[in-house]
């Protein structure tokens, strides 16, 4: 059975720094895409940030410059760190893994004063 646990999230003020990571069981995610998307109430989830199998990187114009996507496949864990943070950056944030479309539970992620 897959389980992705998510952590990190927490409030922080504007200018601020996070670090997500996602501990992955029950799979081996070196060959997958790994991901992170947000979402807030109402809107559709956004994809913020993916690795590719391939090892390429990809982000969201949003985020370019602050975000970086990491992850380390001897630890099944991929992290998401975030810095100079803003108040739109707030949401809930999730891992994925595709294919097979695995998700986390989620982490909430407050930017505010």
């Known amino acids: 059975q897959v389980q992705l646990v998510e952590s990190g999230g927490g409030l922080v003020q504007p200018g601020g720094s996070l670090r997500l990571s996602c501990a992955a069981s029950?799979?081996?995610?070196?060959?997958?895409?790994t991901n992170w998307y947000r979402q807030v109430p109402g809107k559709q989830r956004e994809l913020v940030a993916q690795?590719?199998?391939?090892?390429?990187?990809n982000y969201a114009d949003s985020v370019k410059g602050r975000f970086t996507i990491s992850r380390d496949n001897a630890k099944n864990t991929m992290y998401l760190q975030m810095n100079m943070l803003k108040p739109e950056d707030t949401a809930v944030y999730y891992c994925?893994?595709?294919?097979?479309?695995?998700w986390g539970q989620g982490t909430q992620v407050t930017v505010s004063s």
């Open positions: 690795i590719r199998g391939g090892g390429n990187t």
């Open positions: 994925n893994i595709y294919p097979g479309d695995y």
């Open positions: 029950g799979i081996s995610f070196s060959i997958y895409d």
